[in-house]
C-alpha cells in the first residue's frame, strides 16, 4: 500500500494506491494514530475518485527529516578517508551503542520525485548518499518507508566533523519519495537498494548494496531518535548509505540520479 502526496487547485492532497483520500487527510493526523490497523483504515478511507496531480514529497510541511549516519561499513571507511585528521571518530561511532542522529531538514523545504536537488556553491566534492528512510508515528514505531537521496558535501565534513550541519543541511540538500510504502520494520530488513548516476546519457557511476548489510537496526535507530524527543505527528529517518562514489567522483549540474529502494524509485536532476 503506497501513500503520495499530490498537488492539486484546491492545495496538496494525499492518495493511495492511485486514488485520492478525502481531503483534509494529512501524514500527521496519519501517523498520530497506532500502527495496528493503520493500513486497514487507510484502506477504508479510499475516496474512489482517482489521483491525478504532481506528485509532491511525501510529507507535511511542518514535519522533519531526520539523519544518521556510519551506519554501513562502506559509509564508515568513506568518512574515515575524507576525515584523517579525525578518522578516529567515525570508526568509534561505528563501534559504539549511540548511533549518530542529525537533523536533515523540514517537511516544506523537501524535495520530491522529478524535483531537482542542488549542490553547493562554496564545495568541489558532492555526492549523493542513497538511503532506506524509515517513516515512524508519534509513539515510535515503524510503519513504513520511503526512498530518499541525503546529498553531502563530503569535503566540508572532512574538513572538520564539526561542519556536518552545513555539509548536510541546504536548499535542495534533501529528496525524498515517490511515495511511502507501508510495511512493518520487518519487512523492511533486507531490501535492495540500488543507485545510478547519468550525465550526458551515459552511467558515470552504479552501485548497490540492501538494508541487511546495516550494523543497526531499523527499531534501534528509531528508539534512539525518540529517546528524548516528541513527535506529535511523527517523523521520517534517512538510516545511512551502503553506497559510496570513489573520491574523485563528484556531482555535476545537469546529472540525474536515479535511487531504487524494494522496486520504488526516486529520480531528482540536479539543478
Request: aromatic share 8%; proline share 6%; with cysteine.
Amino acid at each position: 500500500m503506497d501513500l503520495t502526496r499530490h498537488n492539486t487547485s484546491a492545495g496538496p492532497r494525499w492518495a493511495v494506491d492511485g486514488t485520492y483520500l478525502p481531503a483534509g487527510i494529512t501524514l500527521g493526523g496519519l501517523l498520530a494514530l497506532p500502527a495496528a490497523g493503520l493500513a486497514e483504515l487507510v484502506g477504508q478511507l479510499k475516496t474512489g475518485e482517482a489521483a491525478s496531480g504532481e506528485l509532491l514529497a511525501p510529507i507535511d510541511p511542518a514535519q522533519e527529516v531526520w539523519g544518521s549516519g556510519v551506519t554501513y561499513l562502506r559509509s564508515r571507511d568513506a568518512r574515515k578517508a575524507e576525515s584523517k585528521s579525525s578518522a578516529d571518530v567515525y570508526q568509534q561511532v561505528y563501534d559504539a551503542e549511540r548511533p549518530e542522529i542529525f537533523f536533515k531538514q523540514v517537511g516544506w523545504r523537501t524535495v520530491g520525485h522529478g524535483q531537482p536537488v542542488r549542490i553547493r556553491a562554496d564545495t568541489t566534492w558532492n555526492v549523493p548518499e542513497p538511503e532506506l528512510v524509515l517513516v515512524i508515528n508519534a509513539g515510535g514505531e515503524i510503519v513504513g518507508y520511503t526512498v530518499g537521496n541525503d546529498m553531502s558535501s563530503r569535503d566540508i565534513e572532512g574538513e572538520n566533523p564539526l561542519y556536518l550541519p552545513q555539509a548536510k543541511t541546504y536548499t535542495g540538500s534533501c529528496a525524498v519519495g515517490p511515495a511511502i510504502r507501508l510495511l512493518s520494520a520487518a519487512e523492511l530488513a533486507d531490501l535492495p537498494i540500488q543507485l545510478e548516476i547519468v550525465r550526458d546519457s551515459a552511467v558515470v557511476f552504479a552501485g548497490d548494496t540492501a538494508t541487511s548489510r546495516m550494523k543497526r537496526t531499523f527499531p534501534d535507530l528509531a528508539s534512539w531518535l525518540y529517546r528524548e524527543l516528541t513527535f506529535p505527528h511523527g517523523a521520517l529517518l534517512m538510516t545511512g548509505t551502503g553506497i559510496v562514489p570513489p573520491d574523485d567522483f563528484t556531482l555535476h549540474s545537469g546529472d540525474v540520479i536515479r535511487v531504487t529502494i524494494g522496486g520504488m524509485g526516486l529520480e531528482n536532476a540536479v539543478g
